[in-house]
């Protein structure tokens, strides 16, 4: 895979797709994690005399102008990253942005507004996507994929572009494929993985990969209550797949088999309504009350989950062990993120909900060998299939 070393782009034109999907209330970035993390690759173009064009998506407008979608407040904020003003171009191909571009000088840096306003961007047909692609590839003369988050897609930003224009993987998408591969191929060990979230049904290629790879396999938010199901347990009105059962059962007997520690919830914080003043008590994982539902793991598999930490020495974590945006119901997530900041091991917080959590949390970024941008592209990787945006990159 070429790097920005090998692209000579002073005084030429290079067209960067960056991850910049942040969440908005309003104009107002609640958190700016993505665009930190795009800021490097832009910053060292930027100091190599590029004129540099920024695209990226926000949001699901699904081809259609939406205003709620502008990426306007991103070059607002990028900007001050920067330190330097970013233009932003009130389109993705038209008019203002060949205007925009075209005004770069050396060192200077444009935004396109949301790739997803334009329908040739996620379009099924390849003929439609195509041309969009190339009216894209015809603002620069370079392509630099550092989108980590969208190499997942077959879109047009990540998967045809670089095939019209010389290309490069910028600095974020080499960072992550690194500490992917060290996941997939070399892991010390004990290596412990640590999946939350609501639903099994998401992560069922990578809960099946996995099980052929890691010693331990802790199981925590939402999708708990499947596998607690599945073992015989009540789970109130908590969470659950039902359609999952045989398959979590088949994960149940295949992890016994492997000799694999599969460990789940063994006390929660069940609430009598999804809220976050809700009336809650803790209550054994195998008998949570019918009017109930599980909201968060409990003290005891905090503890549990810790200890299952300690000795590790690779752990990687998707997912939030419970309803973290409510402050009751928090604690769980915050105890696995302290006990990956207190091991010792190389620690991967897999994007998505558990990356947004830290910093909700305002726990130490630094605390963790590597907080990735790309949730559904890392668990992709992880499940074993190819990511189409690394493809194109690699030809």
């Not at 961007?121 to 009216?135: I, L, M, Q, Y």
């Not at 930490?309 to 915050?334: C, H, I, Q, Y």
């Amino acid at each position: 895979m070429r790097t920005l070393d090998d692209l000579d782009v002073k005084g030429r034109r290079v067209l960067v797709r960056a991850d910049l999907n942040v969440p908005l209330d309003g104009e107002t970035i609640t958190d700016d994690g993505r665009i930190r993390a795009s800021v490097p690759t832009i910053k060292t173009l930027v100091d190599r005399g590029a004129q540099v064009v920024v695209c990226a998506h926000l949001g699901r407008p699904k081809g259609k102008v939406d205003q709620k979608y502008s990426l306007k407040p991103v070059a607002v904020r990028l900007g001050q990253l920067l330190g330097q003003d970013v233009a932003f171009a009130a389109d993705v191909v038209g008019e203002s942005a060949r205007s925009t571009v075209e005004s770069l000088q050396e060192g200077q840096v444009a935004l396109l507004e949301n790739l997803r306003f334009e329908p040739g961007e996620e379009s099924k047909d390849d003929t439609v996507r195509g041309e969009f692609a190339r009216k894209l590839a015809e603002l620069a003369e370079l392509y630099v994929g550092d989108g980590f988050g969208a190499v997942h897609r077959k879109h047009a930003s990540v998967y045809d572009v670089p095939k019209l224009l010389p290309h490069a993987a910028g600095g974020l998408v080499v960072a992550e494929v690194e500490v992917l591969r060290k996941l997939t191929e070399s892991p010390e060990r004990p290596y412990v993985v640590v999946l939350g979230g609501a639903k099994v049904s998401d992560k069922l290629g990578v809960i099946a990969n996995l099980l052929t790879k890691v010693d331990r396999l802790l199981i925590g938010g939402g999708m708990a209550y499947t596998f607690l199901k599945a073992q015989g347990h009540e789970v109130g009105r908590s969470l659950l797949q039902s359609d999952q059962l045989d398959q979590v059962r088949g994960f149940l007997n295949e992890a016994a088999q492997r000799g694999v520690d599969l460990v789940l919830p063994v006390d929660v914080l069940a609430a009598v309504t999804f809220a976050s003043d809700a009336e809650h008590d803790v209550v054994d994982a195998t008998a949570i009350p019918a009017d109930r539902e599980g909201l968060d793991i409990g003290p005891k598999t905090r503890e549990l989950f810790a200890s299952k930490l300690a000795d590790a020495r690779t752990v990687f974590w998707n997912g939030p062990m419970g309803v973290f945006e409510f402050d009751a119901f928090s604690g769980g997530t915050r105890a696995v993120a302290e006990a990956l900041v207190a091991s010792d091991a190389f620690t991967v917080v897999g994007g998505g909900d558990s990356a947004a959590a830290v910093r909700r949390l305002e726990l130490p970024e630094d605390g963790f060998s590597h907080i990735s941008t790309g949730g559904g592209a890392s668990l992709e990787y992880l499940e074993g299939k190819a990511l189409p945006g690394l493809a194109a990159l690699e030809d």
